[in-house]
């Protein structure tokens, strides 16, 4: 149902690789709500093909951008100002890659260079995407900044990797550009941090149904879907989110809150008290 809450607004939406994508929902929902906006994307993900369907679907143009490559984040504003006839009143970072993630590597065993892309491609992105904007003065006055981010930052997920330093920096540099940005501009940057979602990111992490599962049956609410987590940055996106800035928003049915839940008191623990003596004699 649409309450044409971001009517007139023109944006930037990062990171739809296929229609499980947490952007893609977002692009969906800001197409309902009367926004006109930009796809965009890295090479790679051009290549596979599925945005280009969202594009048709919302209406939308296509432009290529590495988010860790300034370069292309300039053409980027540059481009979406000219095509959408005026300056960006919000953005979606929805971007998240680990090497080390990806090859399966120990947290005890990294590569310092794939550590160095992670951070780089999941949270520095964010600097170079609000530095950018600010240096073309790409942003009209309230606009809105969204990035999005995981627990991890805060509490230790043992096989999310250095995906939870990124997180944490991610997090970080959302406050520290707030602030300049609020100062400057009026713009307003957060996070929020969303459950465990079932897309390609969110699987690509080891141990990832027992993360989505235990979650689920942590939450009161139970785990937030990706079209719920678009609702919400829809409303962060809109007018009537104006004075919400530099916070890191828990999207996660009450997660982040809790300690134990019935449930899990219930269906999980069958534990005798004796797994770390069990552990140390194995
Ligand atoms: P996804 O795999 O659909 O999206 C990740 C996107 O990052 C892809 O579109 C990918 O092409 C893009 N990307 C990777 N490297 C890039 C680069 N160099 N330049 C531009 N784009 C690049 O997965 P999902 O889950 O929708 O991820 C979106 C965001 O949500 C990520 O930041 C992720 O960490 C975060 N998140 C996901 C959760 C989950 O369980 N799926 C939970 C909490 C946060």
Known sequence: MSHNLLKGKR????????????????????????????????????????IFRLAEKTGSEVISADVTQVDDLENLFQESMRLLGGKIDFILHSVGMSPNVRKGLHYTELDYNYMMKTLDVSAISLHKVLQTALHLDAMNEWGSVVALSYIAAQRTFSSYSDMAQAKAMLESIARSFGYHYGKR????????????????????????????????????????????CADYCITLFSDLTKMVTMQNLFHDGGYSTMGISDKLIEDCFVCQGDCHEKTKHD
């Open 11 to 50: 944006g930037i939406i990062f990171g739809a690789l296929d229609e499980n994508s947490i952007a893609w929902k977002v692009a969906e929902r800001a197409k309902e709500e009367g926004a006109k906006f930009v796809l965009t994307n890295a090479p790679v993900a051009l290549r596979k093909g599925d």
């Open 185 to 228: 501009k009026k713009v307003r940057v957060n996070t929020v941090s969303q459950s465990p979602t079932i897309t390609t990111a969110g699987q690509g992490v080891g141990g990832f149904n027992a993360f989505y599962t235990y979650a689920n049956c942590m939450s009161p609410l139970g785990n937030a879907s990706s079209a719920q």
